[in-house]
């Protein structure tokens, strides 16, 4: 297995630090608002990542954090007259909700910045204490020119940083890339006791204090949405390695970024969308199916058109797994003949496929290629008379590699006793060549949203 390390710019083996486990942190959302498609895009990769890594054996502990203290946070508690809390506690339960929607399990670990404060503390101490940040006035700095390796993942000097640095009108910087680790507390803002005084942490810390309270101080895979690499990421290094002295991660793993319609997505060109808005007109499952139909590491455009396809991608995944749920549920109890048994073995092929380049960096895209030639091949070689043993082994297979994704967890639905009643209606006007009424029932149904399939193992149904 490989993935390609933001740190080393190069694909590399992956060997955990400890043999059959894995650690793994990526960032979470400020919960201030409800999460856009951009944020759901890397969600949804560290959803599949971790349960890919569980599927190849690993014992893998995620957690992915909620930033629950920040400026816009207490800004819209203050818009709404309302607590911080509130708000952030409001936001975190929506997050679930809309990650739920999106196939996207919960973390093992979903720590909070206010539940972790006496750990941040406790790490900004350390870091004055060992002479890498500095008190100014009430804040708290950590001192970049301290750390001689600042840059590393951005691949830039502290020279060309401090050059392409926006000049801040702030005296109590000794650097202009210098970061607040510690900040004073303002007028109406949350706050907790320090040795600084009361204030509250700055962005940067938080991950790396809750990284290593939950994980420990060198962690296995780290990653989150492109845009975090400079300055979060590379804060957090800074901060992290100058504290423990040792390896922050061994893997930097970086999503690449979403734009709708070719434009960056931004509320000023009104093409901006949360996953509730694409849910009033499309089944989740289909952004979920959009996302993972690209490699992660490429940007990725978002539009309606787009979207549509993959629908239709996906429609024909259900249609499979419909199909041979209807052979498992009608065929008859029979031997396999040496010829069905021959097909069966030959199945494996596409597991070994499938490993093998979601093992190549992730790549989800190709996996979906397999899962694509897998349910063609059986199409292809199924029927009513195929034996019950054969149809249970491919379907097994077909849903363990769809589920590795988190796809196809419909089950299938019940319909309506008045839509059963006209299946059957429709059914006996075929049989009697009454096929204007046949084909006003097939119409009607349509209008409910059902579409009907004639197939040569009866009819099929499936709701649009």
């Known amino acids: 297995m490989k993935f390609y390390n933001t740190l080393?710019?190069?694909?590399?083996?992956?060997?955990?630090?400890?043999?059959?486990?894995?650690?793994?942190?990526?960032?979470?959302?400020?919960?201030?608002?409800?999460?856009?498609?951009?944020?759901?895009?890397?969600?949804?990769?560290?959803?599949?990542?971790?349960?890919?890594?569980?599927?190849?054996?690993?014992d893998v502990t995620f957690v992915q954090n909620f930033t629950d203290v920040d400026d816009k946070i207490i800004n819209k508690a203050k818009e709404e007259g309302v607590s911080p809390e509130e708000i952030s506690q409001?936001?975190?339960?929506?997050?679930?909700?809309?990650?739920?929607?999106?196939?996207?399990?919960?973390?093992?670990?979903?720590?909070?910045?206010?539940?972790?404060?006496?750990?941040?503390?406790?790490?900004?101490?350390?870091?004055?204490?060992?002479?890498?940040?500095?008190?100014?006035?009430?804040?708290?700095?950590?001192?970049?020119?301290?750390?001689?390796?600042?840059?590393?993942?951005?691949?830039?000097?502290?020279?060309?940083?401090?050059?392409?640095?926006?000049?801040?009108?702030?005296e109590q910087k000794r650097n202009p890339l210098d970061f607040a680790l510690w900040k004073e507390v303002k007028p109406g803002e949350p706050s907790w006791e320090s040795p600084w005084g009361l204030?509250?942490?700055?962005?940067?810390?938080?991950?790396?204090?809750?990284?290593?309270?939950?994980?420990?101080?060198?962690?296995?895979?780290?990653?989150?949405?492109?845009?975090?690499?400079?300055?979060?990421?590379?804060?957090?290094?800074?901060?992290?390695?100058?504290?423990?002295?040792?390896?922050?991660?061994?893997?930097?793993?970086?999503?690449?970024?979403?734009?709708?319609?070719n434009k960056k997505m931004s509320k000023s060109l009104n093409n901006f969308f949360t996953p509730r808005e694409i849910a009033e007109e499309f089944d989740l499952e289909n952004l979920r199916f959009f996302m993972l139909s690209a490699h992660y590491r490429n940007p990725i455009n978002f539009s309606r058109e787009l979207l549509e396809s993959a629908k239709n991608g996906l429609d024909r995944l259900y249609t499979g797994k419909n199909n041979l749920e209807y052979l498992l549920n009608n065929s008859e109890d029979l031997s396999p003949v040496a010829e069905e048994i021959k097909w069966t073995q030959s199945l494996v092929s596409y597991k070994e496929r499938f490993n093998e380049v979601?093992?190549?960096d992730f790549n989800t895209a190709d996996g979906i290629a397999v899962i694509f030639d897998l349910i063609r091949d059986i199409n292809t070689n199924i029927s009513e008379k195929t034996a019950k043993t054969v149809l249970q082994e491919a379907y097994d297979l077909f849903m363990e590699l769809t589920g590795v994704l988190g796809l196809l967890n419909k089950e299938g639905e019940v319909l309506e006793e008045e839509i059963e009643r006209?299946?059957?209606?429709?059914?006996?006007?075929?049989?009697?060549?009454?096929?204007?009424?046949?084909?006003?029932?097939?119409?009607?149904?349509?209008?409910?949203?059902?579409?009907?399939?004639?197939?040569?193992?009866?009819v099929k149904w499936r709701r649009i």
């Open 8 to 58: 080393t710019r190069k694909k590399e083996e992956f060997i955990p630090l400890i043999a059959g486990k894995v650690k793994m942190y990526a960032c979470g959302p400020t919960v201030y608002n409800y999460f856009h498609i951009g944020n759901a895009r890397t969600f949804m990769v560290f959803d599949a990542l971790r349960r890919y890594l569980k599927y190849r054996g690993f």
């Open 90 to 170: 409001r936001f975190i339960d929506a997050y679930f909700y809309d990650a739920d929607t999106l196939g996207i399990e919960k973390a093992d670990i979903h720590p909070k910045v206010t539940e972790n404060m006496v750990e941040i503390i406790e790490f900004v101490k350390e870091l004055v204490d060992k002479g890498y940040a500095y008190q100014s006035g009430g804040d708290v700095y950590f001192d970049v020119s301290k750390y001689k390796e600042y840059g590393k993942l951005s691949k830039q000097s502290l020279e060309d940083l401090q050059a392409g640095a926006r000049i801040e009108i702030n």
């Open 199 to 261: 204030g509250r942490p700055g962005w940067h810390i938080e991950c790396s204090a809750m990284s290593k309270k939950y994980l420990g101080e060198t962690i296995d895979i780290h990653g989150g949405g492109g845009d975090l690499v400079f300055p979060h990421h590379e804060n957090e290094i800074a901060q992290s390695e100058a504290c423990s002295g040792r390896p922050f991660a061994k893997y930097w793993l970086h999503v690449g970024y979403l734009n709708v319609d």
């Open 358 to 360: 979601m093992d190549d």
């Open 422 to 458: 006209l299946i059957e209606q429709r059914q006996n006007a075929r049989k009697e060549k009454n096929f204007a009424l046949s084909d006003k029932i097939r119409d009607d149904l349509k209008k409910k949203g059902i579409v009907l399939e004639d197939t040569p193992q009866g």
